[in-house]
């Protein structure tokens, strides 16, 4: 049974829409990600909460002769996957739970989950989960994102959201966006797995908007579950709630757009 608060199907058609974006904003994180885990060419690398895959097809071409498990336990986001990696005969697409984890003992090289641990109920079990599917000396890479106050890009609408009646559960609580977000809870997380040499370091993720009005729309058609939240919502409710959203971004108007931060946390660490 998955031990994820929400069915990021829901959103599924949101993160194809915006996937360029998403990317855009993530692009220093999985650089980091990706130099922390000195992926090489004939390894095994899997995926978890893959999203859209367009990691998994980046780490396609890095394996080369090797393989990739391009995964997510959303339906939607499957579906996704299997577009975005089709033709790739290095990539094999599966449903799979990062709180149980249908791959044998020590298979993989490397196991990267990015934005997806800090969604999970139970962060604990899906460390252990990592660390089994791992061989020794193996590696996993996490990414997950850094305090509120350093992400107004989503903080502007959850904020509106609760302040507008429509969220009720706040940010930091165990399954949502920012429970993963103190790195000594991430570190103690994975020392506690049994991995070892682990290295967090901050990331910031800035994104771009033309206006307030697509920073909404764009981070609403992302969000889970608030989004099908929104679409339900009265007009005169969501009015309110982009009208709050806009003056939480409004001081990071520059010449070239909406320019608002964001910081993630990568972690990286080793199986002994
Ligand atoms: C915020 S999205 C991130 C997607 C992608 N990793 C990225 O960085 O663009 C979180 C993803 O984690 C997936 N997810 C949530 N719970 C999961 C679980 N228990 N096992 C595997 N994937 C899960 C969701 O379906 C969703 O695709």
């Not at 978890?48 to 995964?71: D, F, M, W």
């Amino acid at each position: 049974m998955t031990m994820t608060a929400f069915d990021w199907t829901s959103v599924a058609v949101g993160w194809d829409r915006h996937r360029v974006h998403v990317e855009a904003m993530k692009q220093p994180a999985t650089e980091a990600l990706l130099h922390a885990l000195r992926i090489a060419e004939g390894e095994t690398v899997v995926e978890l909460g893959a999203g859209t895959g367009e990691l998994s097809r980046r780490i396609a071409g890095i394996v080369g002769p090797g393989r990739v498990v391009a995964s997510d336990v959303a339906d939607g986001m499957v579906g996704l996957l299997s577009g975005t990696c089709a033709g790739l005969g290095n990539v094999e697409v599966r449903r799979l739970d990062a709180t149980d984890v249908d791959l044998p003992d020590g298979s993989a090289d490397a196991v990267v989950f990015r934005m997806g641990l800090m969604l999970l109920t139970e962060p604990d079990v899906a460390l252990r989960e990592i660390r089994r599917v791992l061989r020794p000396g193996g590696r996993a890479g996490i990414v997950v994102w850094a305090a509120p106050e350093h992400n107004p890009w989503m903080v502007a609408v959850g904020m509106a959201a609760m302040m507008h009646g429509l969220a009720s559960v706040p940010p930091v609580a165990p399954g949502m966006p920012f429970s993963l977000a103190e790195p000594s809870k991430l570190r103690g997380l994975l020392v506690d797995a049994g991995f070892v040499d682990v290295a967090i370091q901050e990331v910031e993720t800035p994104s771009t908007y033309a206006d307030a009005r697509e920073h909404f729309d764009t981070v609403t058609a992302l969000a889970c579950p608030l989004g099908a939240a929104i679409s339900a919502a009265p007009p005169e409710q969501v009015a309110a709630m982009r009208a709050t959203a806009a003056e939480v971004v409004g001081p990071y108007r520059t010449d070239a757009g909406l320019v608002v931060p964001g910081r993630t946390l990568v972690a990286a660490a080793s199986v002994p």
